[in-house]
């Protein structure tokens, strides 16, 4: 880490201000999902399991190409890796064009998976390249701070979605209706076209500014090639990739099944339109925790931070489980706010003293987002299995556990599984 130091200060800014507006994007296009699935299950008339795909195809990206971003980050650097996977984005955003046009919705899931696979790119190259550009005490810091500006993202994402997607017509949701698929599913190309446009310009900025190639923290700097079985090895990384597993699993769920469990008669009593800000409540606080946790983490110790805010999202979780109306629905939502700063977090103790292993590790940290993909269903099928007896509300409620038993392993995570056992490899 010691060549982040000698970066020069103007070109460490250019690159800090680079990376603010390519982690707004990422989050950006992950909240399109949440408007994107809804409008394509009406437009396509799909069943709720057919519409998930549409997750599985993003999420599927992370799980199956987060090595081979691995190998391109080794091979090319940060700064090129960045490049790369902001015009693979931008191309997987640009196929959204043809399946809008043609009706199709097959063709739709391609599209996502080229489109999450730019994304899994960014993410094995600009988490490090944050975590690394700068004093490396404050590397939790200055990663909160971006995962913040990433938490905008997924705020405005779902509302500039649902007025491009859902504005884009003058005619009347009957009218719509009776349109054919294909001019329905048109509505989303403004939105996408915008999107390609937005990361193409990013990705020749990055090309041509002057930024800090950090390659001491790739394998450019070691003739020795590292293994995968000798990361994990290491216990903080091998630990640290299950937390990542775990907490995107658990950030995922309570997401996903907001609006259903916020609009129960029992806790909102509420449309299923009017419990959809509720989503966008638990982002804001996301992003809100996440700027705190960024000036906290200038001072305070992210091991006792990460399981602090772990064990107040369980207690959190037992609130709703055991009550109804109001308490139950801001309960719920609050857990938002002590997300916030778990993933950078996890993140930044996860790569800790790697070294020129950092890349590649961080390629793993990326391959768990897949958590994303397996905790919800997990949790769903306890629902499914709870309601007959309990009623849908309480099953709802009761299956939260899965939720809670996620959050207990990140505690212990913090306490004890990121400790380094290993010399300094540089």
Not at 144 to 167: E, K, M
Request: hydrophobic residues 60%; positive net charge; contains cysteine.
């Amino acid at each position: 880490m010691v060549a982040s130091r000698a970066a020069p200060a103007a070109n460490t800014r250019v690159a800090l201000v680079a990376m603010t507006a390519i982690f707004f994007m990422w989050g950006f296009i992950t909240e399109l999902n949440g408007v994107l699935i809804p409008h394509l299950q009406s437009v396509f008339e799909l069943t709720h399991a057919r519409s998930m795909l549409l997750d599985s195809a993003f999420f599927g990206a992370y799980f199956v190409m987060a090595v081979p971003a691995g190998k391109v980050v080794g091979r090319l650097g940060f700064k090129m890796g960045i490049v790369v996977g902001l015009l693979v984005a931008g191309a997987g955003a640009l196929l959204i064009l043809p399946a809008a046009r043609m009706g199709s919705f097959n063709l739709f899931l391609p599209a996502l998976f080229i489109l999450a696979t730019g994304i899994v790119l960014l993410q094995v190259s600009a988490n490090p390249y944050v975590s690394l550009l700068g004093a490396p005490e404050r590397a939790a810091s200055r990663l909160n701070f971006a995962q913040a500006v990433n938490s905008l993202g997924h705020t405005v994402g779902p509302y500039v979605a649902g007025v491009l997607i859902f504005s884009a017509t003058l005619l009347s949701a009957e009218q719509l209706a009776a349109l054919p698929a294909a001019e329905r599913a048109s509505t989303v190309q403004p939105l996408y076209v915008g999107v390609a446009v937005a990361l193409l310009v990013l990705a020749l900025a990055v090309y041509l500014f002057r930024m800090p190639p950090l390659t001491e923290a790739t394998e450019q700097a070691d003739a020795r090639r590292h293994t995968f079985a000798e990361l994990l090895a290491l216990p903080h990384v091998r630990w640290g990739v299950l937390a990542i597993f775990f907490y995107v699993g658990v950030e995922v769920t309570v997401a996903h099944f907001m609006v259903t469990y916020v609009s129960r008669p029992e806790i909102g009593n509420m449309s299923n339109e009017a419990a959809s800000a509720y989503l966008s409540f638990y982002h804001l606080a996301a992003m809100i925790g996440r700027f705190v946790g960024a000036l906290l983490l200038l001072r305070a110790n992210p091991r006792r931070m990460l399981p602090a805010a772990a064990a107040i999202n369980i207690a959190l979780l037992l609130v709703t489980m055991s009550t109804a109306g109001s308490v139950a629905t801001w309960s719920v939502v609050a857990v938002g706010l002590f997300n916030s700063i778990m993933f950078p977090t996890i993140f930044t103790l996860a790569i800790e003293r790697l070294g020129p292993m950092t890349e590649k590790a961080a390629s793993l940290l990326v391959m768990a987002i897949v958590g994303g993909a397996v905790i919800p269903p997990l949790q769903g099928l306890l629902v499914d299995a709870l309601q007959a007896g309990q009623g849908e509300t309480r099953a709802l409620q009761y299956a939260f556990v899965v939720s809670a038993l996620c959050y207990a392993y990140i505690v212990w995570y913090g306490l004890r599984g990121s400790r380094v056992r290993m010399a300094d490899p540089a």
